[in-house]
Structure formats: structure tokens, C-alpha cells
């Protein structure tokens, strides 16, 4: 099985930069993707990285370590409609091709 | 506009009686899967479809069927539902597995009493 870890919560304020962290294990890594959820919407891609390194995309960046089981969601310039929940998702290749989710960062942005 | 669709996106029942939920893609995806978000437990996969007549089981399997008899098309089957299975149901579709982006559907909450 796999064990994905995010933080539960997490505030910050408009204007300012934050970064989501999610750690994982797994035994075949196949990939690592960022969603965004509103409250009561569905998630919406965001990013995703297989090799190690940053991808940037706007205001959002994405990171991964693979050695470290690491990645990160840094967000800048940060706007009230950022908040939302961030879900951090590990494709697995030893699971066929299930995508198996962490719990979540409940993101609150402050004026 | 290519979308995923889900029908019903609300619906309350009772214990036992068997219900379906229709989820179609119009983006001529290959893969297409169904997950459940329950709070603190995030969302967790049921079923998934590489392909047409193709179907896998995901992390929470029990008490759901799905089929995928056409590529738009993989309803999700609940034989005897049971309160248990009160949930937020999401839909998704890629072009294919692997790296592909998920398209999510809008959700069905389901309320079994």
C-alpha cells in the first residue's frame, strides 16, 4: 500500500507565499500530481511531476524528490480564491494503475 | 464542451435498495474511474476502467459493481446499499492512465438511511 502525508490545515495571508508539503512511500513510484478543490466542487489538476525538480505553472510551482518520497505545491502572490483544499496524489506502479490520494490541505487565505 | 457528467448528483434512499450512478466523459477517454470523499479520509479510489470491458478494483471495492460496455460511459452500481456508503462520489476520466491529468465530474452525494 502506499501512505501519503499533508498537512491538515494551513493559513496564510493574501499577497504572501506558501508551501504545501506532502510526503509519501511507495514502492514503485509512477508519478506525483497536485488538485485544487473548492469546497463542494470537484478537484481540478494543478500540476504533476514524475522527475525530480520544479515545475512552474503561473503562480504555481511543484517540486519533487523522489529519493526523499518529498514533494511540494508553492503558490505565490497568493489571492483569496486560492483557498481551497490541495490534494497531493501518487500513481503507483506496483498497485496497476490506481492514483491513491492524501487527505488534503484545507488552505485558508486571509485579507 | 468537453465535461464529465454524473446523474443523480443528489439522492437520498434506503438500505437495500439497489441504485445506480451514470457517469459519461465526451472526450473520448480510455481511463475512467470512480472514487468516494469521506472527511479526514480524503478521496479513495473504488473502481477503475483502462479501457472498454476492462475494470479494476481500487482501494474500497466492497459493495459496489461498475461496468464499461462503452468507452463514454462506466456507471457505478450500488446492489445493496447500506448507510455505510453515505458519500461524496466522484467520477473522473484521462485519456489514459499513467501521467494523464483526471477529469472530475461534478459529484453525487448519496445519503443512504
Known amino acids: 500500500g502506499q501512505n501519503i502525508d499533508q498537512p491538515t490545515e494551513m493559513t496564510a495571508t493574501e499577497g504572501a507565499i506558501v508551501q504545501i508539503n506532502c510526503t509519501y512511500q511507495t514502492s514503485g513510484f509512477n508519478g506525483l500530481f497536485w488538485y485544487q478543490q473548492h469546497a463542494g466542487e470537484a478537484p481540478t489538476f494543478l500540476s504533476y511531476n514524475v522527475l525530480d525538480g520544479l515545475e512552474e505553472k503561473g503562480r504555481f510551482s511543484s517540486f519533487l524528490s523522489r529519493s526523499k518520497g518529498y514533494s511540494y505545491l508553492l503558490l505565490k502572490e497568493l489571492q483569496m480564491k486560492d483557498s481551497a483544499s490541495y490534494l497531493c496524489a501518487v500513481r503507483d506502479n506496483n498497485a496497476g494503475n490506481m492514483l491513491t490520494f492524501g487527505g488534503g490541505t484545507r488552505l485558508m487565505v486571509k485579507p | 464542451e468537453a465535461q464529465v457528467t454524473q446523474n443523480p448528483r443528489y439522492l437520498i434512499t434506503v438500505t437495500g435498495k439497489k441504485l445506480t450512478v451514470t457517469c459519461s466523459q465526451n472526450?473520448?477517454?480510455?481511463?475512467m474511474s470512480w472514487y468516494r470523499q469521506d472527511p479526514g479520509l480524503g478521496l479513495r479510489q473504488i473502481y477503475y476502467s483502462m479501457n472498454v470491458e476492462v475494470t479494476d478494483k481500487g482501494d474500497v471495492p466492497e459493495g459496489y459493481k461498475v461496468s464499461r460496455k462503452e468507452k463514454r460511459n462506466f456507471p457505478l452500481i450500488l446492489e445493496s446499499p447500506s448507510p455505510n456508503q453515505t458519500s461524496l462520489y466522484f467520477c473522473?476520466?484521462?485519456?489514459?492512465?499513467?501521467?494523464?491529468?483526471?477529469?472530475f465530474g461534478p459529484g453525487t452525494r448519496l445519503t443512504v438511511t
Open positions: 472526450m473520448n477517454h480510455e481511463y
Open positions: 473522473a476520466s484521462s485519456l489514459r492512465g499513467g501521467h494523464y491529468e483526471q477529469y
